[in-house]
Nanobody, 122 residues
Framework: VQLQASGGGVVQAGGSLRLSCAAS????????MAWFRQAAEKEREFAAA???????NYADSVKGRFTISRDNPKNTVYLQMNSLKPEDTAVYYC?????????????????WGQGTLVTVSS
């Protein structure tokens, strides 16, 4: 499975962005898909995940502001980010696992995209 993340950019605080993660090589409709993020000099952290059934899971820091969704015919996962804050600035990575269970740990994911940079200015 190859994952290609896109949609990052520079936005002012309070603004919105939508990230996309296009999968290729295999259909990922049965995979758990997730977004992680890594700010400068910090560990990569879990942001959101969605199961093959559409069950979602969010980190407390993004809950109520971010929405993860998937379009199985397009083999694509999205992350809609609203009410962005400067502390959301990070490189965002999409990840996939063939596990049926949503997990938050990085070790639970087998496939990773290259990352897309989101910068939120104050």
């Amino acid at each position: 499975v190859q994952l290609q993340a896109s949609g990052g950019g520079v936005v002012q605080a309070g603004g919105s962005l939508r990230l996309s993660c296009a999968a290729s090589g295999r259909t990922v409709s049965g995979y758990v898909m997730a977004w992680f993020r890594q700010a400068a000099e910090k560990e990569r952290e879990f942001a959101a995940a969605i199961s093959s059934f559409g069950t979602t899971n969010y980190a407390d820091s993004v809950k109520g502001r971010f929405t993860i969704s998937r379009d199985n015919p397009k083999n694509t996962v999205y992350l809609q980010m609203n009410s962005l804050k400067p502390e959301d600035t990070a490189v965002y990575y999409c990840a996939a696992t063939s596990s049926m269970t949503v997990v938050r740990g990085r070790d639970g994911y087998d496939y990773w995209g290259q990352g897309t940079l989101v910068t939120v200015s104050s």
